[in-house]
Each structure stands twice: as structure tokens, then as C-alpha cells.
């Protein structure tokens, strides 16, 4: 079992950079693929970000490409969000999770897919 939790968030004006951090117990984390999701408001929750084992393979998200790196440091059990260029439509509630399977195409975008979540980080973002 993996129990996860998510660091960083804040208040940042528009324009501006946060780096999240998803840090993990237990020894297999390195066996699992991480997912970054976040949830606005009266919104569902949508992905972010997603790496598999090693950090190599990434998928982003449309909205965040070119803005968000996702990036992962085993011998830490901890995978970084770094949010570059934030926007306040970026502003929710950010959430890593945690599956033992990593896929083609849309596979890791679905929320069902993973097994463990943490209980998130609030980022705010002010125009």
C-alpha cells in the first residue's frame, strides 16, 4: 500500500510559479506511474500531469502543455509539479495519485485507473 501526500500550494498572482510535491511512504513507490489531477469548485476532477516508473514516459493535460513539467525522484519517493506561467483558471484543490499500471494513449487520464490518492494542495491564483 502507498499513502501519498501532496505539498506546495499556495496563493501566486498570475504569471507565476509553484512547484507541487507528491511524496510517498513505502518501498515500492518506484513501482508505481503518478497522476496529478485537480478540482475546481462545482467542476469534476480533471488530469493534470502523469509520469510512469522512471519519470521518463509523460503525458500532460491540453490546457497545461508547454506550462506544467512533471518530474519524478525515486530515491526520494517524491514526483514534482512544476507550474510555470499560472493562470487563475488553474486556481483548485491539486491531487497526486498513485497506479501500478501504466498505458498507451488516454489510459492514464482516467481517475479510475489509480488506486491511491493523497489528500490534496489548495492552488490559488490571482489575475
Known amino acids: 500500500q502507498v499513502q501519498l501526500a501532496e505539498s506546495g500550494g499556495g496563493l501566486v498572482q498570475a504569471g507565476g510559479s509553484l512547484r507541487l510535491a507528491c511524496t510517498a511512504n513505502?518501498?515500492?513507490?518506484?513501482?508505481?506511474?503518478i497522476g496529478w489531477f485537480r478540482q475546481a469548485p462545482g467542476k469534476e476532477r480533471e488530469f493534470v500531469a502523469g509520469?510512469?516508473?522512471?519519470?521518463?514516459?509523460?503525458v500532460y493535460a491540453d490546457s497545461v502543455k508547454g506550462r506544467f513539467a512533471i518530474s519524478r525522484d525515486n530515491a526520494k519517493n517524491t514526483v514534482y509539479l512544476q507550474m510555470n506561467g499560472l493562470k487563475p483558471e488553474d486556481t483548485a484543490e491539486y491531487y497526486c495519485?498513485?497506479?501500478?499500471?501504466?498505458?498507451?494513449?488516454?489510459?492514464?487520464?482516467?481517475?479510475?485507473?489509480?488506486?491511491?490518492w493523497g489528500q490534496g494542495t489548495q492552488v490559488t491564483v490571482s489575475s
Open positions: 509520469c510512469n516508473w522512471s519519470g521518463r514516459d509523460t
Open positions: 513505502g518501498r515500492t513507490f518506484r513501482h508505481y506511474a
Open positions: 495519485a498513485a497506479t501500478g499500471t501504466y498505458g498507451t494513449g488516454t489510459y492514464n487520464r482516467q481517475p479510475k485507473v489509480y488506486d491511491y
